[in-house]
């Protein structure tokens, strides 16, 4: 990678792989996400993320989630993604607990 990006998926560890989450999915009523179904790349559940991408879901909170999305999201809106930001660091912290920091943290 060229440009020195740490996020390009060019940079991405050997065996390591993007995931998509359909946000979207969030703003949709009756639709259901859910990290253990098969993926965009095929590639099975989601079960492991980078360490970035945790630790960041933890500092998303209402306040930021209002400040960024100010005149675009409705407050419903905004309670759903933080919702779906509760799903997400549940999933992964079950994960953590019944695999180990070190295999589900990357």
């Not at 759903?80 to 994960?95: F, K």
């Amino acid at each position: 990678n060229s440009n020195n990006s740490n996020n390009n998926v060019e940079d991405m560890q050997p065996n390591h792989y993007p995931i998509l989450i359909d946000h979207a999915a969030a703003f949709r009523d009756g639709a259901w996400v859910d990290m253990t179904h098969e993926n965009a790349f095929q590639s099975g559940p989601t079960m492991c993320v980078s360490a970035k991408t945790y630790f960041r879901l933890r500092l998303l909170d209402a306040r930021a989630i209002a400040k960024e999305f100010d005149g675009i999201l409705t407050t419903s809106e905004c309670r759903r993604l933080l919702s779906r930001r509760n799903d997400l660091l549940r999933y992964l912290d079950n994960l953590v607990a019944e695999k180990g920091y070190e295999n589900v943290i990357l």
